[in-house]
């Protein structure tokens, strides 16, 4: 079992930036790989971002790298993902998740937080 705990989230302006935290604990050798997701009302979960622990290797929803970016805390097991450049669209819950697999592209993912809101005034 993997434990994971978001925190972070909150209200922020158009523009600014807010960065979120993802702590693991328990059996996060068996989930070599952490993603984080976000949901807006009314929309599906849409993937931001995943690296591994092991060596750093990251992958990004093209629509969101440049103004997102993931990183790591091995020491720590947390996970941060740093948000710039906000835009009122970016208003949704975000999730971190914790999994595993053969490539980004085949990650499935076993253990998710509970979520941190972040909304985002115009």
């Known amino acids: 079992q993997v434990q994971l705990v978001e925190s972070g989230g909150g209200l922020v302006q158009a523009g600014g930036s807010l960065r979120l935290s993802c702590a693991a604990s328990g059996r996060t050798f068996s989930s070599p790989v952490m993603g984080w997701f976000r949901q807006a009302p009314g929309k599906e979960r849409e993937f931001i971002a995943a690296?591994?622990?092991?060596?750093?290797?990251?992958n990004y929803a093209d629509s969101l790298k440049g103004r997102f970016t993931i990183s790591k805390d091995n020491a720590k097991n947390t996970v941060y993902l740093q948000m710039n450049s906000l835009k009122p669209e970016d208003t949704a819950v975000y999730y971190c998740a914790a999994g595993s697999g053969s490539s980004f592209l085949r990650i499935k993912y076993d253990y998710w937080g509970q979520g941190t809101q972040v909304t985002v005034s115009s």
């Open positions: 690296a591994t622990w092991m060596n750093g290797n990251t």
